[in-house]
């Protein structure tokens, strides 16, 4: 799935059309009045987090991938697109598999850039009260929370609980302040990290964790499972990323005498 940065790299490559008029729009989408588009100048190019957001004087069009979408810029593949928009020098953008929103056109009173990891209005301080608003969510989830770390994928999830050597199974209010700051703070790090390397074609040889059989750390194998509410893949070091849990007070753990059994760790929350 396409994640923020690839959003914004989209953007990029795109912006070129702003300030273009639409000569012809088609495509298989259900949404979109099509004949409504044609005519249209393009006000602006956007992204929140995995949207791409198309700005015209009466309308926006929301486009998310999804998890099979792609583009093309005056190409195009051997499928139909769900949008083509055609510019009147025969230029013409095109969407494949995914989905395709009409919104209204005021944006800005419809997002809050504030939470888009790529944004340069980025709060990091909002993100952490509202991470501290859920003390109960597993890290894993929080990771891929669009409301927290919008644009935030799998792949940030699992890279950057292991840069932080965080487990995917602790909760959120289990960690120390400063553990959840340096979660958020290392979120917007890896964005641009990813951002960078996407750009140079070397996203994939920098995974440290997201798909690998080995810790890079601790060179034993990392476990794979689908965790969290989310039941994404995680990838993780059960050496290296500590498990925190919540001392729940209603389930004290009395403390083991010596010679008796080694007492188990609290079972985290079932997925
Ligand atoms: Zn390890």
């Known amino acids: 799935m396409p994640e923020g940065p690839s959003i914004v790299i989209l953007r990029d490559e795109t912006a070129r059309f702003a300030g273009r008029t639409i000569a012809q729009a088609e495509g298989n989408s259900k949404t979109v009045d099509f004949s409504a588009l044609a005519g249209q100048p393009v006000v602006a190019l956007r992204s929140w987090g995995k949207h791409f957001l198309i700005q015209l004087p009466t309308l926006a069009l929301r486009i998310h991938l999804l998890m099979f979408g792609s583009y093309r810029i005056n190409e195009r593949k051997d499928a139909e697109p769900r949008l083509r928009l055609r510019f009147d020098d025969g230029d ?25 990891l790529m944004s340069d209005q980025w709060d990091p301080k909002l993100a952490l009260k509202k991470l501290r608003a859920k003390p109960d969510m597993l890290v894993c989830d929080a990771t ?13 999830k699992n890279e950057v609980l292991f ?21 958020v703070e290392q979120m917007r790090v890896y964005a641009f990290d990813f951002l960078r390397w996407k750009k140079a074609y070397v996203l994939k040889p920098h995974w440290l964790a997201h798909t690998k059989r080995i810790c890079p750390r601790c060179e034993i194998p990392f476990l794979k499972a689908h965790l969290g509410k989310t039941h994404r893949r995680s990838f993780y070091c059960e050496r290296c990323q500590k498990l925190y ?3 729940a007070a209603t389930t004290p753990i009395t ?4 010679g008796s059994k080694p007492r188990s760790r609290k079972t985290p929350p079932a997925s």
């Open 144 to 156: 891929l929370d669009q409301e927290i770390f919008s644009g935030a994928g799998n792949i940030f």
């Open 245 to 247: 849990t919540s001392g």
């Open 163 to 183: 840069r932080i050597r965080v487990h995917p199974l602790s909760t959120v209010g289990a960690l120390s302040a400063a553990k959840q700051r340096e979660l």
């Open 92 to 116: 013409e953008l095109n969407f494949y598999t995914c989905s395709v929103k009409p919104l209204p056109p005021d944006l800005d009173a419809q997002y809050d850039w504030r939470v888009d």
């Open 255 to 258: 403390p083991a005498r010596s």
